[in-house]
């Protein structure tokens, strides 16, 4: 036997365990060989800083509209880019007008990624509160990602966790819930002047996320008859510590339900209290207590009120209050939605939604994987002393 016809031999063996193992020799493996899935990421930002003393509200996306697809003979060849576009929106949200700034080095990227935002709404962008035509820089990320095998969705961080000790099939995972001392937050509580005047009573419930730290970072009211205490009750909540939720001797975000009751006695004094809301837990014999590994958004409070531009009228009239603003955020930390869902006064609320839209987010993090995630942020706004 030569050598050319060992080589040959060769030659052939090694093809055949390519072939075997899914290899095809002279091409990049596909998304469809590794089983990847198609992730379109879009971000938008403003093409220059805009005025110090001018409040921008850049056009964001609305949730389920996004016209992007991801070309299938890319996804096929496992073709992945990123495109930078500059983009002139209308004062209706409608694009435009569009420049490359870079074309990904893929032209189904490119047109996929221009027909795309054409095809998506957008809620217009507002300067000073009014809709406004302006040119954004919009960048839209085509990625392959890996699909995980196990078969968990995704959930919303949990509430306070609580387990039924009996039939637990786990008992290596021990947690216990978040505390607090009742009489220490009743006396943070103050009556409202004006509710306590015109003798008016209510009852507000609220939803707390508390660091391991024991400090109360965000806190959702729930529910609220009148939005005279819910100042209060707000003011009293970050002015206690709690005992963090721990797990396995370690401390972690825990959330609790509180419902606050303010009335007068039969002798027209204030009488408030307070009194945990613990969840129904439903009881269920032959199913494992599955507890979620979840990280919750981060952010720096700092950096947010750096962001906030106080209106100006507000700050003439000495005005103060509250905006609770609900975000989404996504997979790389993109704030990808910010909306107003409760406010006390509504001119802050633009102000408040171009804050969050400029800070920075730690994305949430579920099983070691970037999830995305919403999050209600109470914004305090008040003239510095």
């Not at 003393?53 to 850049?58: H, L, N, S």
């Not at 939005?227 to 797990?247: G, Q, R, Y």
């Not at 997979?331 to 406010?343: E, F």
């Not at 633009?350 to 920075?360: E, G």
Request: net charge negative.
């Amino acid at each position: 036997m030569n050598i050319d016809t060992i080589k040959l031999r060769a030659y052939i063996l090694l093809l055949v365990v390519a072939l075997f193992l899914g290899v095809r020799p002279g091409y990049a493996q596909s998304g469809s060989d590794l089983d990847l899935k198609p992730i379109i990421s879009l971000t938008l930002k403003p093409s220059a800083p805009p005025s110090s003393d001018v409040i921008v509200i850049p056009p964001a996306e609305v949730l389920g509209t996004r016209g992007i697809e991801y070309p299938e003979s890319a996804q096929e060849e496992g073709v992945q880019g990123k495109i930078r576009l500059k983009v002139f929106f209308d004062t209706k949200g409608v694009v435009q007008q569009t420049q490359v700034l870079e074309d990904g080095g893929d032209s189904r990227l490119l047109n996929a990624a221009v027909d795309g935002l054409r095809k998506t709404t957008f809620q217009p962008g507002k300067i000073s509160g009014l809709p406004a035509e302006m040119w954004m820089i919009a960048e839209v990320r085509f990625s392959l990602e890996r699909k995980v095998t196990t078969p968990q969705e995704p959930v919303a961080a949990p509430d306070i966790l609580y387990r039924k000790e009996e039939g637990m099939r786990n008992p290596d995972i021990l947690i216990s819930p978040v505390e607090y001392d009742a009489v220490e937050l009743a006396t943070q509580l103050a009556y409202p002047v004006l509710a306590k005047e015109s003798n008016i009573e209510g009852e507000v419930m609220v939803s707390a996320e508390v660091n391991p730290d024991g400090r109360a970072l965000h806190v959702r009211v729930v529910e609220s008859t009148n939005n005279l205490f819910d100042e209060a009750v707000l003011k009293a909540l970050h002015s206690i510590k709690f005992t963090p939720a721990v797990s396995n001797g370690i401390s972690i975000i825990g959330t609790i339900q509180l419902r606050f009751t303010f009335k007068f006695d039969s002798e027209g004094n204030p009488d408030m209290k307070v009194e945990e809301v613990k969840p129904e837990v439903e009881e269920v014999e032959t199913s494992p207590t599955f507890v979620p590994d979840v990280t919750l958004p981060r952010y720096s409070e700092s950096e947010l009120l750096g962001n906030l531009v106080y209106p100006k009228e507000a700050k003439e009239k000495d005005i103060q209050g509250t905006v609770y603003v609900k975000a989404t955020i996504g997979k790389d930390g993109t704030v990808l939605s910010a909306t107003v869902t409760r406010s006390s006064q509504s001119i802050f609320n633009d102000a408040a939604v171009a804050a969050v839209l400029k800070t920075t987010f730690t994305p949430a993090i579920q099983n070691g994987y970037p999830i995305e995630m919403s999050l209600t942020i109470p914004i305090h706004i008040k003239v510095a002393e």
